[in-house]
């Protein structure tokens, strides 16, 4: 995982505002509201990559940096760090734009494993790059 939090890393996959209806009894974002929408963006890219039908097969790391809080717009971005036979490892960085400063913080980082799957969900060839 990047050590370097000044800037995103990666194509921007998903872009929206946190509201009331995914906080917790504090009044943050859920942590896994936060992974859902990382797990959609990581699949927006394994699918571009694989060019066709992913699984999630794995969550290797996952940090929680910061909260992220209504109001918030959740901007998270991915880039592949392998590819293997069947396999991809796509890096996922979650950044809040936070609510009217409009400064922007890391507030999450992990790293999940998508499979390519064929029509019957059994594991094929990523093809070539």
Known sequence: MSEDVDHPHGELAVRLIAMPAYTNANGDIFGGWVLS???QAGGIAAVERAQGRVVTVAIDAMTFIRPVRVGDVLC???????VGRSSMKIHIEAWAQRFRSHVSEKVTDGAFTFVAVDDDGRPRAVPSA
């Open 76 to 82: 998270v971005y991915t880039y592949v760090e392998r």
């Open 37 to 39: 929408q990382m797990d």
